[in-house]
């Protein structure tokens, strides 16, 4: 049921809300996981190499996704804290009806430009068929991923961060056992993996639906025409956010040229520990959707002090988390690199990297809560110039520059460097920029 934000303890209440999103994220890391696991011991590299390429053209289509779920989380959090029941049917109208139609447009697209997409990849002659094979089955799924995460997002809008961790790890069971079954006994290969994750995310979503029509009486929907001012509102919200996404898979990809150039070793090392600090950023990136949500329903509600506590709060464990995060990493840095790579330069370069990163990770996550608050405030356009500015005013630049004169120790030195950087700018911002007046519903 709806959970209001607006009272009671915020430390409390902002542990209790985001903990579920912490395994929430880590059941969905899982899932690629158990994928790629699954194709690489039952179908050799081969397959591993097409769905390793398929996943990294999948992530450029999941910018979408994430990137609207930015803006409808604001959005019904917003319209949850105001307390409109009347306004919130009508948003989900109109969000549905836009999101229908903006994935229509990313399936025919993502469908029509796959193949020169694996060309411009330098995708191998022999992974190429199979490798558009399980693109277009994820296309085609692509509906029920965008209708799950809608529901799973407004239920959080909601304050409800359990039940969408419940519908995830049924899915994310579903998913080890389906997957064997498509892939070996129904003898469909690479495509098994793909049909297995469309079936999986067809029943979550028509479990996810089932429930909020029951147990939501705002959650109902009708066919009707948009209105204009919701349609831009959430345009407004949705586009930065996705440019966003997309900033920062492109910006990823221009450090891993950076890293490319000092060889295989190096390559591998950097390999583990960017594996190691996706996992550091899930608890992060969760602290950061719980503070947003908690801000944006104080906003909706007018409750501007709560919104400065929360800021406060989320900071207080954010310190907490990363400064544990940070000696833990610091001590068992070359026995967690070893748990990917076992060739001894490529764990000296992992473990270096791990080592010289961990000192920053308090900077990542203070910069998840800033951006995380104003982007509760509907500022989307704000928190993307911000990221920006990080990837490519800071972390790009100084990459190149400290690698180019300390060699490959300053690559961790490069970034770390933009991480402290960019966080004064998120302070900056918080502190005397405009994101209290991006308020939605005044």
């Known amino acids: 049921m709806k959970e209001d934000l607006t009272t009671g303890s915020i430390y409390q209440k902002l542990y209790i809300f985001a903990l579920p999103l912490v395994f929430t994220n880590l059941l969905q890391m899982s899932m690629q996981l158990t994928d790629s696991l699954w194709v690489g011991n039952l179908l050799g590299s081969t397959a591993f190499g097409a769905i390793t390429i398929g996943l990294t053209v999948m992530s450029i289509v999941l910018a979408f996704v994430l990137g609207s779920n930015n803006a ?40 029509i430009v796959v193949e020169p997409l694996l060309g411009w990849l330098n995708t191998p002659e022999s992974i190429k068929p199979i490798a558009k094979e399980y693109l277009l089955i994820n296309f085609f799924g692509m509906f ?119 060889g295989e070793s190096t390559v591998a090392g950097f390999g583990a520990a960017q594996r190691l600090n996706q996992l550091i950023l899930l608890p992060a990136s969760a602290l950061g959707t719980a503070v947003n949500t908690m801000a944006a329903q104080n906003i909706g509600a007018k409750q501007w002090n709560r919104v400065f506590k929360t800021t406060k709060v989320g ?27 076992q060739e001894e330069s490529s764990v000296a370069f992992g473990t270096l990297y791990v080592k010289t990163i961990a000192f920053f990770y308090l900077f990542i996550g203070l910069n998840f809560i800033l951006n995380g608050v104003v982007r509760g405030s509907g500022a989307m356009f704000q928190v993307l110039m911000l990221n920006i500015i990080s990837l490519w005013v800071l972390r790009v630049p100084l990459t190149y520059f400290f690698s180019s004169i300390y060699g490959e120790i300053g690559i961790p030195l490069g970034m770390g460097s933009s991480f402290f950087l960019s966080c004064l700018f998120s302070i900056a911002y918080y502190k005397w920029g405009n994101w209290r007046e991006k308020e939605l519903f005044r």
């Open 144 to 262: 029920f991923l965008v209708g799950y995460n809608f529901v799973a997002t407004v239920l959080r809008a909601f304050g409800d961060s359990k039940t969408p961790l419940y519908f995830i790890l049924v899915g994310a069971l579903l998913n080890v056992i389906l997957d064997p079954i498509f892939i070996k006994v129904l003898n469909l290969g690479l495509a098994g993996a793909a049909y297995a994750t469309v079936i999986v995310y067809i029943v979550i979503f028509l479990v996810s639906l089932y429930y909020v029509a029951r147990k939501y009486q705002t959650f109902t929907f009708r066919f009707q025409k948009p209105r204009w001012v919701e349609v831009r509102t959430i345009l407004q919200l949705s586009v930065p956010s996705i440019t966003q996404m997309i900033v920062i898979h492109a910006g990823s990809n221009v450090i891993l040229s950076i890293v490319n150039s000092f």
């Open 315 to 341: 900071l207080i464990y954010n310190a907490i988390l990363m400064v544990l995060v940070t000696m833990t990493f610091y001590i068992w840095a070359e026995a967690l690199v070893r748990l990917f790579i």
């Open 72 to 111: 409808i989380l604001t959005i019904f959090a917003q319209l949850s804290g105001k307390n409109d029941p009347k306004e919130i049917k009508s948003y989900l109208s109109s969000s549905v009806i836009l999101l229908m139609g903006l994935t229509l447009i990313v399936v025919l697209v993502g469908s």
